[in-house]
């Protein structure tokens, strides 16, 4: 499978300097997500969110003062507000939604009013459900918005959440404390995962890129269980680029999984690969880049 390089966005160094498409700089990045011509970037090691304009083929800081903020925080002007290593975004309607792994929380930048504000999180590190400000979250990381839920991996405790948008409630789908992990499947009240960085939710279905145990994992919504797609409960399942004993290469470390057209299109980072698994045929391929 092949995919072609459209553009460049940023110089190769590191820094936070905003500016055309070549002469920018990034530190880090993790998630993105595009909303209305433009792709919002989760500038991670700059504290920052970055706002890349396709139209005028220029990047910006839209927050973030590319220092590291404080845990608590009650938010501000967008430019004017220190972060604390915002991991991934989310867009519904005028709200960019960020995993602000840092301070446990997830924040809100509101791109007619300029404001970045938290969401959800108290900023005490654990497993509690409940309503949005008084949960506790553990390094959310990967978000994905479905309907007027907003799914995040919550990596420090091994689980995936939810929040609904409506209601302003924060429960739990997988995941049982600090130090539960493991590789289980099953019924969502007893499965397990290890230290997942990234999901994909769709209207009946999220994916997970269980990092930690190199595997690609799925969450039925309706039946509420958890099947492995990609990856074995046990150590053999991680296949390096480099391994001459692998015959098949499997996942390594995976921190992210987008859904486009019945294809799951995976960060393999740790092989240093974009993956493209295709739910059709249940084939892995890794995705060849083209200049």
Not at 166 to 194: E, P
Request: proline share 3%; aromatic share 10%.
């Amino acid at each position: 499978m092949a995919g072609k390089i459209e553009k460049i966005i940023g110089s190769g160094k590191a820094g936070l300097g905003d500016g055309n498409f070549l002469d920018a700089t990034f530190f880090r990045p993790q998630g993105l997500v595009f909303y209305d011509n433009a792709i919002f970037v989760a500038d991670t090691e700059n504290h920052a969110i970055r706002k890349i304009d396709i139209v005028a083929g220029k990047v910006i800081t839209v927050a973030g003062t590319g220092k590291q903020g404080p845990w608590m925080s009650m938010g501000g002007k967008g430019k004017e507000t220190a972060l604390s290593s915002p991991w991934d975004v989310a867009a519904k309607d005028n709200f960019i939604f960020i995993a602000m792994a840092g301070n446990h929380q997830i924040w809100v930048y509101d791109t007619k009013t300029d404001m970045v504000s938290p969401f959800a999180g108290n900023g005490y590190e654990n497993i509690i459900d409940g309503n949005r400000m008084r949960a506790q979250l553990a390094q959310p990381s990967g978000l994905s918005i479905s309907g007027d839920i907003l799914y995040f991996a919550d990596s420090e405790t091994s689980s995936v959440r939810e929040i609904d948008l409506k209601s302003g409630y924060v429960r739990t789908i997988v995941g049982q404390g600090l130090f539960s992990f493991g590789h289980k499947d099953g019924r969502t009240n007893g499965a397990l995962f290890q230290h997942p960085l990234g999901l994909c939710a769709t209207q009946n279905q999220v994916f997970v890129a269980d990092t930690y145990n190199s595997a690609l994992r799925v969450i039925d919504l309706k039946s509420e269980t958890v099947t492995t797609m990609i990856g074995k409960e046990d150590s053999t399942g991680i296949c390096r680029l480099d391994d001459p004993g692998c015959d098949s290469l499997g996942l390594y470390e995976p921190s992210d999984v987008k859904w486009y057209k019945d294809m799951l299109y995976i960060s393999d980072t740790n092989n240093h690969l974009i993956r493209v698994y295709d739910l059709k045929t249940n084939l892995l391929k890794t995705l060849q880049i083209t200049n």
